[in-house]
């Protein structure tokens, strides 16, 4: 069933405007008495079409409940940027299992060297990445995708969160198995290097600011692999898959 998510959505005035009216006239070549789902700030409005015009849509609310999709727990993706398209699949694939934002971030390792001002340019078509795949999975909200931050401004975000954790394969005296991570939190961070991994100092920096070192096991996961991986355990030690 087509889904559309709509923040300004009201039972009592269903209407949908903008671009909503082409792709649901147009691109979808839907007709009244069909039906469709409006997410508005988490809840889920099955509603049926009563008029198309040539600025709106126009509903009937058939039923509201809140979104089943949402997970119980926040989890902001940190990801060093990798090279090519990967980031785009990381995006896509880590909205389809939950995750709350996601943060692309410069660190020294990163074969990919982009500035700040080029990957904004970017960031309308990630957007529109973690917009579709949102859609697809039947999601309760669109997560964000950040600006480019550095690995600083990376460590300070995570400094807040209940649950800060980093991917790193070198065995280390405070090292733990993702398998321990706390599953009773309610907000986590997971950061995940690039293809070139962290360096020592920038692992120490994170440390600092009270990131938890872990690990996933004994196989070398690539950077788009990891942190679909850390996801999906992530989930399921919540509750949230499966």
Not at 9 to 18: A, D, M, Q, R
Not at 51 to 73: F, K, Y
Not at 118 to 132: E, G
Request: aromatic share 6%; net charge negative.
């Amino acid at each position: 069933m087509p889904r559309f998510f709509e923040d300004a959505f009201t039972p009592e005035h269903p209407v949908l405007t903008g671009s909503h009216v082409r792709h649901i006239g147009f691109s979808l070549r839907m007709r009244p008495s069909e039906t469709l789902t409006v997410n508005a700030c988490g809840t889920d409005y099955l509603c049926e079409i009563t008029e198309i015009t040539g600025d709106e849509v126009r509903l009937r609310v058939l039923s509201a409940v809140p979104c089943a999709a949402e997970p119980t727990v926040e989890v902001t993706l940190f990801q060093a940027l990798p090279k090519s398209d990967k980031l785009e699949l990381i995006i896509q694939k880590a909205v389809e299992l939950g995750v709350t934002e996601i943060v692309p971030v410069l660190t020294r390792r990163c074969i990919a060297r982009m500035s700040a001002g080029d990957f904004q340019k970017k960031l309308p078509r990630l957007q529109k990445i973690a917009q579709a795949a949102a859609q697809q999975s039947g999601r309760g909200m669109i997560p964000p995708v950040a600006p480019l931050h550095t690995l600083t401004q990376a460590a300070e975000r995570m400094a807040s969160l209940d649950v800060p954790l980093v991917l790193y394969e070198n065995t280390r005296q405070g090292s733990i198995s993702f398998s321990a991570v706390d599953p009773a939190a309610k907000r986590y961070g997971i950061f995940v290097g690039s293809e070139g991994g962290f360096d020592s100092e920038e692992i120490d920096e994170l440390t600092d600011k009270g990131v938890q070192p872990v690990w996933l096991g004994s196989r070398i996961l690539r950077c788009e692999t990891a942190p679909l991986t850390a996801l999906s355990v992530l989930m399921f030690r919540t509750g949230n898959l499966g």
